[in-house]
């Protein structure tokens, strides 16, 4: 398998701008999870989903974060309008029934909002 | 919710050398997962431990629940060793959000 797959590496954008980052989770995992990393406030798990449905999106930060799975094999984060503080690597990880599983993680995605 | 801190938080190896990281955990868990980031940034899963010892090439893992600690060897550090080493606990019990710690950063020179 090739692994948790996100798109795209790098996202440089201004303030105001639609922000969509993509996960293609491994085949046959049926959590995914989507995880936000900063120097300050460290890896914060901001939503999973467990079979296409969200479970827990408490994390979010705000209503202009939303983030959807149509199916078992995509999942999109999407912030907008995007500000600078939302600056932050981005990672999709999955896993086989839970977290009592071994999680993996994409490579991310480095987001930078001017 | 949990509470998850990693010691030391800074750690420097010459090549060859062994090292010992440690975790300690606010409560009891049934799931413990350490994990490195390398300085390229990708996270890889290390061990899923949560409780006795599981070893894997250099690296070793001993979690005792009962303690709330875990600890993470490195035998004959090598520079690709270097990066971040994370562990990660349940957020609650019965919880599928981990909480990961603040890490311990290794650089392992030459």
């Known amino acids: 398998d090739a692994g948790v797959i996100q798109s795209p590496r790098h996202e440089v954008t201004e303030m105001g701008q639609e922000v969509t980052l993509r996960c293609k989770p491994i085949?046959?995992?049926?959590?995914l999870f989507w995880y936000r990393q900063t120097m300050m406030r460290g890896l914060e798990l901001l939503i999973y989903?467990?079979?296409?449905?969200?479970?827990?999106d408490s994390g979010m930060p705000e209503d202009r974060f939303s983030a959807k799975m149509p199916n078992a094999s995509f999942s999109t984060l999407k912030i907008q309008p995007s500000e600078p503080r939302d600056s932050a690597v981005y990672f999709c990880?999955?896993?086989?029934?839970?977290?009592?599983?071994?999680?993996?993680f994409g490579s991310g995605t480095q987001l930078s909002v001017l | 919710g949990i509470q998850v801190e990693q010691s030391p938080p800074d750690l420097i190896l010459q090549e060859g050398a062994n090292s010992t990281l440690r975790c300690n955990f606010s409560?009891?868990?049934?799931?413990l997962q350490w994990f490195h980031q390398n300085p390229w940034g990708q996270l890889i899963n290390l061990f899923y431990?949560?409780?006795g010892t599981k070893q894997n090439g250099r690296l070793s893992a001993t979690t005792v629940a009962t303690e709330r600690y875990s600890l993470l060897y490195i035998s004959s550090s090598q520079t690709t060793d270097s990066g971040v080493y994370f562990c990660?606990?349940?957020f609650g019990a019965g919880s599928y959000q981990l909480t990961f710690g603040k890490g311990t950063k290794l650089s392992v020179i030459p």
């Open positions: 990660a606990a349940p």
């Open positions: 409560d009891s868990v049934n799931n």
């Open positions: 085949s046959g995992h049926d959590y």
């Open positions: 989903f467990n079979n296409n449905v969200p479970i827990d």
């Open positions: 990880a999955s896993s086989f029934h839970g977290p009592g599983e071994k999680l993996f």
């Open positions: 431990i949560p409780s």
